[in-house]
């Protein structure tokens, strides 16, 4: 067992670097937004305003994960788990440097684009590589290691950040923000070289006894070896039958419009603004550049602990109850901060709304989306139905990045106000449109969703 947990380990470091990634950009933004905005002044002249130009540049990295979230799993499924996963921590790396020594803002967009591709590639393979090695009564805590490992990630991007800060190094504070993902990322594609091949691929390769060696190791003593292999084979036997069978047709339109629903209502929270823009949101708050960044703090904090108390009762509550009071606390979080800022009332008030707001999506949203998007669709289809919410999650979260800089250089207010509106939306629909699924049997879940 402790193969299979330090191989699970190693892997959920690419969740850790997903969410390290996605949240380092939050304190440099600002010395982006300053450096770069001759070109952004340019490129309005062109088409757009600086406000847009530097939302692209700012959310160039979901085009990238866009990307990596489609592209990865057949190269996952021809070339193996593991060595897409040495694929992603090179990613991350080139992205790392790359973005700490660019030489112009095409330049960072691009790398940024890289690590992007790195981050969507994580988010497929990581959580199929830890499920096919892990034993059945193990599954389900390792594979929500990896989401717990994003969340510390953001956490770690925020601390880091703060850190470096602290250095006052002026102009090169925010090349060290992005290299010091560098360190990570190689310790990761380094360490992959001592973790197995996934049994499940081997079998599906034909490489019988290279999976029994594999099954063995994790193993241990705990299981039979050869009914575990016969299982994984009639998984596989059964999985190309279904293969043929069309996503997109009238009897699974009720799972698909829920998935489509929930990862849209996941964005429009506006968590990736938050995510991507914490600095930029407590320094219109009237905190300072040092302040802001130790409010980032605090909130990946709550994020994390909000996060690991949501696995632990998701099970026992169920998932409706989780998002109804994420819901509730959206709304009440997201209303106090576009009042504070409609009177100016910020500072203590903005840190105190946003706190809620990260602990009700942490509670809510952050810990059932992925639970829920896999328990709506039968066996045959899942694997469609979890690329379709991704899909649908990564687009949103694109939009949302652009936008905020837009809106928010016009009136911080609306555009919270606005987060506060769609989860009202978010809370009418948990009330009377979504399912429970907690506990309940596929058959009977296919019948209550009107799938034959």
């Known amino acids: 067992m402790t193969r299979v947990i330090w191989a699970s380990v190693v892997a959920a470091l690419g969740g850790l670097l997903f969410g390290f990634d996605t949240a380092v950009i939050s304190g440099a933004e600002g010395a982006l937004r300053n450096l770069y905005n001759p070109t952004y002044e340019y490129l309005s002249t062109l088409f757009g305003s600086p406000a847009f130009w530097h939302g692209t540049l700012v959310s160039s990295a979901l085009l990238g994960t866009i990307i990596g979230s489609l592209a990865f799993a057949k190269p996952a499924d021809r070339y193996g788990r593991r060595p897409m996963l040495m694929l992603m921590g090179i990613l991350y790396l080139v992205s790392a440097i790359g973005s700490a020594f660019a ?69 090169l504070e925010w090349r060290w923000m992005f290299g010091v993902e560098a360190v990570p ?41 050869t009914k575990e292999f016969n299982a994984i084979r009639h998984s596989l036997e059964q999985a190309r039958e279904h293969l043929a069978e069309k996503f997109f047709q009238r009897k699974y339109l009720t799972p698909i419009l829920l998935a489509i629903a ?54 026992k509550l169920g998932r409706k109850k989780l998002m109804l009071v994420g819901s509730i606390g959206y709304i009440v979080s997201l209303s106090a901060t576009a009042i504070a800022f409609y009177t100016d009332t910020t500072g203590p008030v903005v840190l105190a709304s946003l706190i809620v707001f990260i602990g009700s999506h942490a509670f809510g949203q952050g810990a059932v989306i992925w639970v829920f ?50 989860m009202i939306g978010q809370l009418l629909w948990v009330i009377f449109v979504m399912p429970e699924t907690k506990g309940i049997p596929l058959e009977e879940m296919n019948k209550k969703l009107g799938i034959d």
């Open 185 to 225: 990322a190689l310790a990761f594609t380094l360490l992959l070289f001592t973790n197995p091949r996934s049994p499940r691929w081997l079998i599906a390769q034909g490489r019988d006894q290279e999976a029994e060696i594999v099954l063995k190791e994790i193993g241990g003593g705990s299981f039979d070896v």
């Open 103 to 171: 030489w112009n803002a095409e330049s960072f967009t691009f790398f940024r684009l890289i690590g992007g591709l790195g981050v969507g590639g994580a988010s497929v393979v990581a959580p199929m590589y830890v499920a096919e090695i892990a034993p059945a009564k193990m599954r389900g805590r390792l594979v929500a290691m990896v989401q717990l490992n994003i969340v510390l990630g953001i956490l770690v991007a925020y601390l880091s950040n703060y850190i470096i800060a602290s250095f006052d190094l002026g102009s």
């Open 262 to 315: 929930i990862a849209a209502f996941n964005q429009l929270s506006g968590i990736n603004a938050l995510i991507y823009y914490t600095r930029r949101i407590f320094e219109m708050a009237g905190a300072s550049g040092t302040s802001a960044l130790l409010q980032s703090v605090i909130i990946g904090g709550v994020n994390l602990l909000m996060t690991a108390a949501a696995l632990t009762v998701i099970d």
């Open 373 to 422: 998007i896999g328990e709506i669709f039968p066996n045959s289809i899942r694997a469609r139905g979890q690329s379709l919410g991704s899909f649908v999650h990564w687009i949103m979260a694109a939009v949302i990045s652009l936008t905020f800089p837009m809106i928010a250089e016009v009136s911080g207010a609306n555009i919270f106000a606005f987060y506060a509106v769609c």
